[in-house]
């Protein structure tokens, strides 16, 4: 099933378990402003609900940026106070969507920049073309990424690439950053929906409640000690364990027979209804 949904800042596209969410400011290369991140910020409330929804991707609409950074004509009225609010408010929408209960991919269909790629890095996985670009330009306007960049850079490239793209200030094609080890899935730009979308159709078969605990305690690795990651693991692991959805797997793995598609917090008879 396919639907859409809106003319507004952001567009919702439903294609069977996937959610596709498209920036829609092309003609200011999908630059954020807050009235999009409140959009935004809803439309993630909206697909956190929504049970049918298994994985959402994020992209730009038009051929030349998925996110070309916040809107600089509204920056320049802020004044320090007003800047450290904004940049409290884009942390909080991305810092939800790393922690997003569901699989997040960024289809990236070119410019990145600034707050572009801090949404793109926000996700757990990036799909780019070979027309995309990726930098963080704040600091050749003399001042430095502020929703997160700084911190989910050195997660995803590591402190040395972090460090380069930060410190540089240019654009990153796409070949430089698969190297940089931040680009999950490449694609002609022609390709690049079909791939994104055969990408989540590999997320979106797993059951939701064993996805979502994964990426949770995959988030923490690096954040704790590790005995206390390994404690974590081993908790979530047995959370996981005592669903109806994996009793069934493996159940149905030692049986040898295929199994049923139970959810996890539903019983056998529910799923087979």
């Given at each position: 099933?396919?639907?859409?949904?809106?003319?507004?800042?952001?567009?919702?596209?439903?294609?069977?378990?996937?959610?596709?969410?498209?920036?829609?400011?092309?003609?200011?290369?999908?630059?954020?402003?807050p009235a999009l991140m409140r959009?935004?910020?809803?439309?993630?409330?909206?697909?956190?609900?929504?049970?049918?929804?298994?994985?959402?991707?994020?992209?730009?609409?038009?051929?030349?940026?998925?996110?070309?950074?916040?809107?600089?004509?509204?920056?320049?009225?802020?004044?320090?106070?007003?800047?450290?609010?904004?940049?409290?408010?884009?942390?909080?929408v991305l810092l939800r969507l790393?922690?997003?209960?569901?699989?997040?991919?960024?289809?990236?269909n070119g410019y990145a920049l600034?707050?572009?790629?801090?949404?793109?890095?926000?996700?757990?996985?990036?799909?780019?073309?070979?027309?995309?670009?990726?930098?963080?330009?704040?600091?050749?306007?003399?001042?430095?990424?502020?929703?997160?960049?700084?911190?989910?850079?050195?997660?995803?490239?590591?402190?040395?690439?972090?460090?380069?793209?930060?410190?540089?200030?240019?654009?990153?094609?796409?070949?430089?950053?698969?190297?940089?080890?931040?680009?999950?899935?490449?694609?002609?730009?022609?390709?690049?929906?079909?791939?994104?979308?055969?990408?989540?159709?590999?997320?979106?078969?797993?059951?939701?409640?064993?996805?979502?605990?994964?990426?949770?305690?995959?988030?923490?690795?690096?954040?704790?000690?590790?005995?206390?990651?390994?404690?974590?693991?081993?908790?979530?692991?047995?959370?996981?364990?005592?669903?109806?959805?994996?009793?069934?797997?493996?159940?149905?793995?030692?049986?040898?027979?295929?199994?049923?598609?139970?959810?996890?917090?539903?019983?056998?008879?529910?799923?087979?209804?």
């Open positions: 099933m396919q639907t859409a949904d809106g003319n507004g800042l952001v567009l919702t596209e439903q294609l069977g378990a996937v959610r596709l969410l498209t920036i829609n400011r092309p003609d200011k290369l999908n630059a954020f402003t959009e935004l910020d809803d439309l993630l409330d909206d697909a956190a609900r929504d049970s049918a929804t298994r994985v959402l991707v994020i992209t730009g609409a038009g051929p030349k940026a998925f996110v070309a950074g916040n809107d600089i004509g509204g920056l320049i009225e802020l004044d320090g106070v007003e800047a450290y609010r904004d940049m409290q408010r884009g942390q909080r790393y922690e997003f209960s569901k699989p997040t991919i960024a289809m990236v600034g707050g572009g790629l801090e949404l793109a890095l926000a996700c757990d996985f990036i799909v780019a073309s070979d027309t995309a670009r990726f930098g963080f330009p704040e600091i050749t306007l003399n001042t430095i990424p502020g929703w997160g960049g700084t911190q989910l850079a050195v997660k995803k490239m590591g402190l040395a690439r972090a460090k380069q793209m930060v410190l540089t200030g240019r654009h990153y094609t796409t070949a430089e950053c698969r190297e940089f080890g931040f680009i999950h899935v490449f694609a002609a730009a022609p390709e690049l929906k079909s791939a994104a979308l055969a990408f989540a159709e590999q997320l979106a078969v797993h059951d939701p409640f064993a996805m979502e605990m994964a990426k949770r305690t995959v988030n923490r690795a690096g954040e704790i000690p590790l005995n206390a990651g390994l404690d974590l693991e081993a908790a979530n692991y047995a959370v996981t364990f005592g669903t109806t959805a994996a009793r069934e797997r493996l159940s149905a793995f030692a049986a040898r027979r295929k199994p049923k598609n139970v959810l996890a917090g539903t019983s056998t008879s529910e799923n087979s209804k």
